[in-house]
Protein backbone atom coordinates (compact mmCIF):
# COMPACT_ATOMS: atom_id res chain seq x y z
CA UNK A 1 0.00 0.00 0.00
CA UNK A 2 1.28 3.59 -0.64
CA UNK A 3 1.95 5.80 2.11
CA UNK A 4 -1.67 8.07 2.15
CA UNK A 5 -3.56 4.52 2.07
CA UNK A 6 -1.25 3.77 4.61
CA UNK A 7 -1.82 6.72 6.87
CA UNK A 8 -6.11 5.87 6.76
CA UNK A 9 -5.35 1.61 7.03
CA UNK A 10 -2.72 0.70 8.94
CA UNK A 11 -4.26 -1.54 11.48
CA UNK A 12 -4.67 0.51 13.94
CA UNK A 13 -7.99 2.58 12.99
CA UNK A 14 -10.89 0.96 14.26
CA UNK A 15 -11.65 0.21 18.58
CA UNK A 16 -10.60 -3.86 18.98
CA UNK A 17 -13.70 -4.25 20.78
CA UNK A 18 -17.03 -1.81 19.27
CA UNK A 19 -15.68 -1.18 15.60
CA UNK A 20 -15.60 2.66 16.14
CA UNK A 21 -13.64 4.31 13.04
CA UNK A 22 -11.94 6.33 16.11
CA UNK A 23 -9.62 4.83 18.51
CA UNK A 24 -11.18 5.80 22.04
CA UNK A 25 -9.61 7.39 24.89
CA UNK A 26 -8.68 5.23 26.74
CA UNK A 27 -8.60 7.65 30.18
CA UNK A 28 -7.12 5.68 32.53
CA UNK A 29 -4.05 5.12 34.58
CA UNK A 30 -4.47 1.23 35.88
CA UNK A 31 -6.19 -1.76 34.54
CA UNK A 32 -8.50 -4.64 36.23
CA UNK A 33 -5.75 -7.72 36.00
CA UNK A 34 -8.52 -9.99 36.53
CA UNK A 35 -6.34 -13.05 37.35
CA UNK A 36 -2.81 -12.31 38.79
CA UNK A 37 -1.53 -15.78 37.28
CA UNK A 38 -2.20 -14.80 33.84
CA UNK A 39 -2.43 -10.67 33.67
CA UNK A 40 -3.92 -9.09 30.80
CA UNK A 41 -1.59 -6.81 28.45
CA UNK A 42 -2.32 -3.48 29.95
CA UNK A 43 -1.31 -2.98 34.17
CA UNK A 44 -0.35 0.54 34.52
CA UNK A 45 -0.75 3.64 32.02
CA UNK A 46 2.82 4.83 32.27
CA UNK A 47 4.12 1.31 31.01
CA UNK A 48 0.89 1.01 28.52
CA UNK A 49 -2.26 2.59 27.36
CA UNK A 50 -4.19 1.37 24.56
CA UNK A 51 -4.61 4.70 22.97
CA UNK A 52 -0.82 5.83 23.01
CA UNK A 53 -0.41 1.86 21.83
CA UNK A 54 -2.58 2.56 18.58
CA UNK A 55 -0.57 5.86 18.10
CA UNK A 56 3.10 4.01 18.38
CA UNK A 57 2.05 1.54 16.60
CA UNK A 58 1.00 3.66 13.96
CA UNK A 59 4.02 5.23 13.63
CA UNK A 60 6.14 2.76 14.24
CA UNK A 61 4.61 1.24 10.73
CA UNK A 62 4.78 4.80 9.12
CA UNK A 63 8.72 5.06 9.21
CA UNK A 64 8.85 1.46 8.49
CA UNK A 65 10.66 0.54 12.37
CA UNK A 66 9.83 -2.06 14.42
CA UNK A 67 8.45 -0.58 17.53
CA UNK A 68 7.29 3.47 18.14
CA UNK A 69 7.21 5.17 21.70
CA UNK A 70 5.30 8.41 22.48
CA UNK A 71 6.23 10.70 24.81
CA UNK A 72 5.50 14.34 26.36
CA UNK A 73 6.87 16.31 24.11
CA UNK A 74 9.54 16.31 21.26
CA UNK A 75 12.32 17.11 23.62
CA UNK A 76 11.09 14.43 26.22
CA UNK A 77 11.56 12.29 22.48
CA UNK A 78 14.96 13.50 22.41
CA UNK A 79 16.26 13.45 26.00
CA UNK A 80 14.34 9.77 26.54
CA UNK A 81 16.26 8.43 23.16
CA UNK A 82 19.86 10.17 24.20
CA UNK A 83 19.20 8.36 27.46
CA UNK A 84 20.49 5.01 26.14
CA UNK A 85 23.83 6.38 26.02
CA UNK A 86 26.18 6.09 29.08
CA UNK A 87 28.66 8.29 30.79
CA UNK A 88 31.88 8.28 28.91
CA UNK A 89 30.16 7.50 25.67
CA UNK A 90 30.67 10.34 22.66
CA UNK A 91 27.75 11.53 20.41
CA UNK A 92 28.61 14.05 17.54
CA UNK A 93 25.72 16.19 17.15
CA UNK A 94 25.14 18.72 14.01
CA UNK A 95 26.18 21.87 14.65
CA UNK A 96 22.86 23.73 13.50
CA UNK A 97 20.41 20.98 15.50
CA UNK A 98 17.42 22.44 17.20
CA UNK A 99 17.88 24.50 19.75
CA UNK A 100 16.61 22.25 22.51
CA UNK A 101 18.28 19.88 21.66
CA UNK A 102 21.62 21.96 21.38
CA UNK A 103 21.15 23.04 25.60
CA UNK A 104 20.08 19.52 26.99
CA UNK A 105 22.91 17.84 24.93
CA UNK A 106 26.11 21.01 25.80
CA UNK A 107 24.42 20.96 28.85
CA UNK A 108 22.48 18.40 30.36
CA UNK A 109 24.05 15.39 29.15
CA UNK A 110 27.18 17.06 29.55
CA UNK A 111 26.84 16.75 33.42
CA UNK A 112 26.31 13.45 33.13
CA UNK A 113 29.82 12.84 31.17
CA UNK A 114 28.22 12.02 27.68
CA UNK A 115 30.75 13.88 25.70
CA UNK A 116 29.23 15.36 22.46
CA UNK A 117 30.76 17.11 19.71
CA UNK A 118 29.06 19.91 17.51
CA UNK A 119 29.95 19.35 13.65
CA UNK A 120 28.95 20.82 10.36
CA UNK A 121 27.37 17.52 9.09
CA UNK A 122 26.79 19.29 5.98
CA UNK A 123 30.80 18.23 5.36
CA UNK A 124 30.63 14.36 5.96
CA UNK A 125 34.70 14.92 6.06
CA UNK A 126 33.94 16.29 9.40
CA UNK A 127 32.08 14.08 10.91
CA UNK A 128 34.41 10.93 9.92
CA UNK A 129 37.23 13.33 11.30
CA UNK A 130 35.70 13.58 14.69
CA UNK A 131 35.31 9.91 15.28
CA UNK A 132 36.71 8.56 18.32
CA UNK A 133 37.03 5.19 20.01
CA UNK A 134 34.52 5.76 22.13
CA UNK A 135 32.26 7.60 19.73
CA UNK A 136 28.93 5.89 19.79
CA UNK A 137 26.70 7.78 17.95
CA UNK A 138 25.51 10.30 15.32
CA UNK A 139 22.49 12.45 16.11
CA UNK A 140 21.70 14.39 12.70
CA UNK A 141 18.67 16.99 11.46
CA UNK A 142 18.15 17.47 8.08
CA UNK A 143 17.02 19.91 6.79
CA UNK A 144 18.95 21.86 9.19
CA UNK A 145 16.81 25.18 11.14
CA UNK A 146 16.62 27.64 10.34
CA UNK A 147 19.05 27.89 6.77
CA UNK A 148 17.40 24.51 5.47
CA UNK A 149 21.45 22.90 5.08
CA UNK A 150 21.53 19.30 3.83
CA UNK A 151 23.05 16.38 5.25
CA UNK A 152 24.16 13.80 2.55
CA UNK A 153 21.96 11.13 5.34
CA UNK A 154 23.34 8.38 3.03
CA UNK A 155 26.99 9.27 3.46
CA UNK A 156 26.62 10.22 6.86
CA UNK A 157 24.68 6.41 7.41
CA UNK A 158 27.66 4.79 5.44
CA UNK A 159 29.98 6.15 7.79
CA UNK A 160 28.21 5.23 10.64
CA UNK A 161 28.24 1.37 10.03
CA UNK A 162 31.56 1.36 8.97
CA UNK A 163 32.70 2.69 12.41
CA UNK A 164 29.80 1.00 14.49
CA UNK A 165 28.28 3.96 15.52
CA UNK A 166 24.36 4.23 15.78
CA UNK A 167 22.45 6.76 14.01
CA UNK A 168 20.05 9.21 15.51
CA UNK A 169 17.52 11.23 13.13
CA UNK A 170 15.31 13.89 13.93
CA UNK A 171 12.75 13.53 10.96
CA UNK A 172 11.09 16.79 12.43
CA UNK A 173 10.88 18.59 9.36
CA UNK A 174 10.07 16.28 6.80
CA UNK A 175 7.46 13.84 9.01
CA UNK A 176 7.50 10.07 7.93
CA UNK A 177 5.74 11.20 4.44
CA UNK A 178 8.47 12.98 2.84
CA UNK A 179 11.39 10.80 4.44
CA UNK A 180 11.38 7.58 6.13
CA UNK A 181 15.60 7.64 7.41
CA UNK A 182 15.33 3.68 8.35
CA UNK A 183 14.92 2.45 5.51
CA UNK A 184 18.33 3.93 4.46
CA UNK A 185 19.48 2.00 7.93
CA UNK A 186 19.27 4.63 10.44
CA UNK A 187 18.05 3.13 14.02
CA UNK A 188 16.07 5.90 15.74
CA UNK A 189 14.38 8.20 14.00
CA UNK A 190 12.47 11.04 16.64
CA UNK A 191 10.22 13.78 16.02
CA UNK A 192 8.73 16.42 17.43
CA UNK A 193 4.90 15.44 16.96
CA UNK A 194 3.95 19.32 17.99
CA UNK A 195 4.75 19.91 14.32
CA UNK A 196 3.67 18.33 11.03
CA UNK A 197 2.41 15.01 12.61
CA UNK A 198 -0.26 16.64 14.85
CA UNK A 199 -0.13 19.31 12.07
CA UNK A 200 -3.06 21.70 14.04
CA UNK A 201 -0.65 23.54 16.80
CA UNK A 202 -2.75 21.90 19.05
CA UNK A 203 -0.57 19.79 21.00
CA UNK A 204 2.77 19.22 22.33
CA UNK A 205 4.01 15.44 21.93
CA UNK A 206 7.01 13.19 20.94
CA UNK A 207 7.28 10.36 19.17
CA UNK A 208 10.49 8.11 18.31
CA UNK A 209 10.45 4.81 16.36
CA UNK A 210 13.78 2.12 16.59
CA UNK A 211 14.68 -0.59 14.63
CA UNK A 212 15.62 -3.71 16.29
CA UNK A 213 14.08 -5.72 19.50
CA UNK A 214 17.30 -4.73 21.15
CA UNK A 215 16.86 -0.82 20.50
CA UNK A 216 13.47 -1.22 21.36
CA UNK A 217 13.91 -2.56 25.05
CA UNK A 218 16.61 -0.16 25.68
CA UNK A 219 13.97 2.69 24.82
CA UNK A 220 11.02 1.07 26.05
CA UNK A 221 13.22 0.86 29.49
CA UNK A 222 13.61 4.98 29.59
CA UNK A 223 10.30 5.70 28.67
CA UNK A 224 9.00 3.64 31.42
CA UNK A 225 11.61 4.28 33.81
CA UNK A 226 11.49 8.70 33.62
CA UNK A 227 7.60 8.09 32.68
CA UNK A 228 7.59 11.47 30.21
CA UNK A 229 4.96 9.36 28.33
CA UNK A 230 2.24 11.02 26.57
CA UNK A 231 -1.28 11.27 27.74
CA UNK A 232 -4.46 9.32 25.92
CA UNK A 233 -5.84 12.80 25.04
CA UNK A 234 -3.39 14.02 22.86
CA UNK A 235 -2.19 10.45 21.87
CA UNK A 236 -5.44 10.80 20.32
CA UNK A 237 -5.30 14.12 19.02
CA UNK A 238 -1.82 12.68 16.91
CA UNK A 239 -3.44 10.04 15.59
CA UNK A 240 -5.91 12.33 14.06
CA UNK A 241 -3.31 14.99 12.89
CA UNK A 242 -1.94 12.06 11.25
CA UNK A 243 -4.86 10.74 9.41
CA UNK A 244 -4.50 13.95 7.42
CA UNK A 245 -0.72 14.33 7.07
CA UNK A 246 -0.04 13.36 3.82
CA UNK A 247 -2.93 15.57 1.86
CA UNK A 248 -1.71 18.74 4.49
CA UNK A 249 1.90 18.23 3.60
CA UNK A 250 1.09 18.01 0.03
CA UNK A 251 -0.47 21.63 -0.43
CA UNK A 252 1.86 23.02 2.28
CA UNK A 253 4.87 22.22 0.30
CA UNK A 254 3.25 22.88 -2.87
CA UNK A 255 2.57 26.41 -1.32
CA UNK A 256 5.76 26.61 -0.09
CA UNK A 257 7.87 26.05 -3.09
CA UNK A 258 5.63 28.44 -5.12
CA UNK A 259 6.13 31.20 -2.17
CA UNK A 260 10.09 30.41 -2.38
CA UNK A 261 10.25 31.07 -5.84
CA UNK A 262 8.40 34.11 -5.73
CA UNK A 263 10.42 35.21 -2.84
CA UNK A 264 13.31 34.32 -5.29
CA UNK A 265 12.07 37.48 -7.32
CA UNK A 266 11.27 39.75 -4.51
CA UNK A 267 13.47 42.81 -4.64
CA UNK A 268 13.86 43.37 -0.88
CA UNK A 269 15.00 39.57 -1.07
CA UNK A 270 18.24 39.02 -1.36
CA UNK A 271 18.36 35.02 -0.55
CA UNK A 272 15.94 32.16 -0.15
CA UNK A 273 16.69 28.99 1.81
CA UNK A 274 14.44 26.02 0.00
CA UNK A 275 15.66 22.63 -0.55
CA UNK A 276 13.01 23.05 -3.45
CA UNK A 277 14.30 25.55 -5.19
CA UNK A 278 16.81 24.90 -8.05
CA UNK A 279 19.46 27.33 -6.38
CA UNK A 280 19.79 25.27 -3.41
CA UNK A 281 22.90 23.98 -3.03
CA UNK A 282 21.77 20.86 -1.28
CA UNK A 283 18.52 19.90 -3.79
CA UNK A 284 20.40 17.13 -5.85
CA UNK A 285 21.90 15.49 -2.08
CA UNK A 286 18.09 16.24 -0.27
CA UNK A 287 16.48 14.63 -3.30
CA UNK A 288 18.55 11.26 -3.47
CA UNK A 289 16.30 10.19 -0.40
CA UNK A 290 13.70 12.38 0.45
CA UNK A 291 10.12 12.37 -1.16
CA UNK A 292 9.87 16.45 -0.88
CA UNK A 293 11.21 19.85 0.30
CA UNK A 294 9.20 20.28 3.11
CA UNK A 295 6.89 23.54 4.00
CA UNK A 296 9.71 25.40 6.14
CA UNK A 297 11.75 28.26 4.22
CA UNK A 298 13.51 31.36 5.35
CA UNK A 299 14.56 34.38 3.60
CA UNK A 300 16.44 37.34 3.89
CA UNK A 301 16.02 40.70 3.50
CA UNK A 302 18.06 43.45 1.95
CA UNK A 303 18.61 45.02 4.95
CA UNK A 304 17.76 44.56 9.01
CA UNK A 305 14.93 47.32 8.91
CA UNK A 306 13.00 45.65 6.28
CA UNK A 307 13.28 42.52 7.78
CA UNK A 308 11.72 43.91 11.49
CA UNK A 309 8.95 46.02 9.58
CA UNK A 310 7.96 42.80 7.86
CA UNK A 311 7.26 40.92 11.32
CA UNK A 312 5.22 44.17 11.94
CA UNK A 313 3.35 44.42 9.02
CA UNK A 314 2.44 40.44 8.01
CA UNK A 315 -0.76 39.90 8.66
CA UNK A 316 -1.69 36.23 7.73
CA UNK A 317 1.30 34.73 8.90
CA UNK A 318 1.22 34.10 13.05
CA UNK A 319 4.64 35.75 14.63
CA UNK A 320 5.42 32.84 16.40
CA UNK A 321 7.88 29.78 17.42
CA UNK A 322 7.01 26.13 16.28
CA UNK A 323 5.83 25.17 12.60
CA UNK A 324 4.14 22.55 10.85
CA UNK A 325 0.47 23.63 11.52
CA UNK A 326 -2.12 24.44 9.49
CA UNK A 327 -1.53 28.26 9.80
CA UNK A 328 1.44 29.99 8.04
CA UNK A 329 3.63 30.87 10.94
CA UNK A 330 6.98 33.75 10.08
CA UNK A 331 9.61 33.40 13.07
CA UNK A 332 12.71 35.69 13.52
CA UNK A 333 15.39 33.63 14.70
CA UNK A 334 17.57 35.94 16.42
CA UNK A 335 15.17 37.04 18.99
CA UNK A 336 12.80 34.21 19.21
CA UNK A 337 14.13 30.42 18.40
CA UNK A 338 18.03 31.41 18.22
CA UNK A 339 17.99 34.54 20.77
CA UNK A 340 20.31 32.37 23.30
CA UNK A 341 23.20 31.84 20.56
CA UNK A 342 25.81 34.22 21.05
CA UNK A 343 25.88 37.11 18.23
CA UNK A 344 28.81 36.14 17.03
CA UNK A 345 28.29 32.07 17.08
CA UNK A 346 25.21 33.21 14.79
CA UNK A 347 26.78 35.33 12.56
CA UNK A 348 29.47 32.62 11.81
CA UNK A 349 25.91 30.04 11.23
CA UNK A 350 24.66 32.35 9.05
CA UNK A 351 21.67 33.28 11.05
CA UNK A 352 21.64 37.15 10.62
CA UNK A 353 19.23 40.01 11.84
CA UNK A 354 17.79 39.95 8.49
CA UNK A 355 16.70 36.65 8.34
CA UNK A 356 13.16 35.07 8.48
CA UNK A 357 12.12 31.44 8.80
CA UNK A 358 8.25 30.58 7.79
CA UNK A 359 6.24 27.65 8.00
CA UNK A 360 4.11 27.91 5.42
CA UNK A 361 -0.07 26.85 5.99
CA UNK A 362 -3.08 25.76 4.06
CA UNK A 363 -4.06 29.49 3.40
CA UNK A 364 -4.90 29.89 -0.53
CA UNK A 365 -1.21 30.91 -2.20
CA UNK A 366 -2.68 34.16 -3.36
CA UNK A 367 -3.60 35.74 -0.23
CA UNK A 368 -0.25 35.02 1.11
CA UNK A 369 1.44 36.03 -1.82
CA UNK A 370 -0.38 39.45 -1.63
CA UNK A 371 0.27 40.19 2.33
CA UNK A 372 3.82 39.07 2.06
CA UNK A 373 4.20 41.35 -0.66
CA UNK A 374 2.68 44.51 1.31
CA UNK A 375 4.45 43.58 5.10
CA UNK A 376 7.64 43.58 2.48
CA UNK A 377 6.95 46.99 0.96
CA UNK A 378 5.17 49.11 2.97
C1 LIG B 1 10.05 21.72 17.90
C2 LIG B 1 11.19 20.84 17.61
C3 LIG B 1 11.72 19.99 18.60
C4 LIG B 1 11.21 19.98 20.03
O1 LIG B 1 9.90 19.55 20.11
P1 LIG B 1 8.87 19.98 21.26
O2 LIG B 1 7.64 19.24 20.91
O3 LIG B 1 8.75 21.48 21.20
O4 LIG B 1 9.48 19.56 22.56
C5 LIG B 1 12.76 19.16 18.25
N1 LIG B 1 13.28 19.17 16.98
C6 LIG B 1 12.80 19.97 16.03
C7 LIG B 1 13.40 19.93 14.67
C8 LIG B 1 11.75 20.85 16.30
O5 LIG B 1 11.30 21.65 15.34
Known amino acids: MNFGTRLIHNGNETDKHTGALSVPIYQVSTFNQGDIDSPG ?21 LEGGDRGFAFASGMAATSSALSIFSAGDHIIVC ?4 GGTYRITSGFFSRFNVE ?11 ISANIKSNTRAIFLETPSNPLLKITDL ?8 ENNLLVLIDNTFMSPYLLRPIEYGSDIVIH ?7 GHSD ?5 VVVKGEALAKRVYAVQNGFGSILGPQDSWLLLRGLKTLKIRMDYQQKNAQLLAEWLEKHDRVSGVYYPGLKSHPGREIHFSYADGAGAVLSFKTVDVETAKRFMKKVRL ?15 YPVRM ?27 DLDDLIEDFDRALKE
Not at 154 to 161: D, E, L
Not at 192 to 197: E, L, R
Not at 203 to 207: H, P
Open 41 to 61: EFDYSRSGNPTRKALEETIAK
Open 95 to 98: EDVY
Open 116 to 126: ISFVDASDLSK
Open 154 to 161: KGAIKIAK
Open 192 to 198: SATKFIG
Open 203 to 207: VIGGL
Open 317 to 331: AAVAVSLGGVETIAS
Open 337 to 363: SHASVPKAERERLGITDELIRVSVGLE
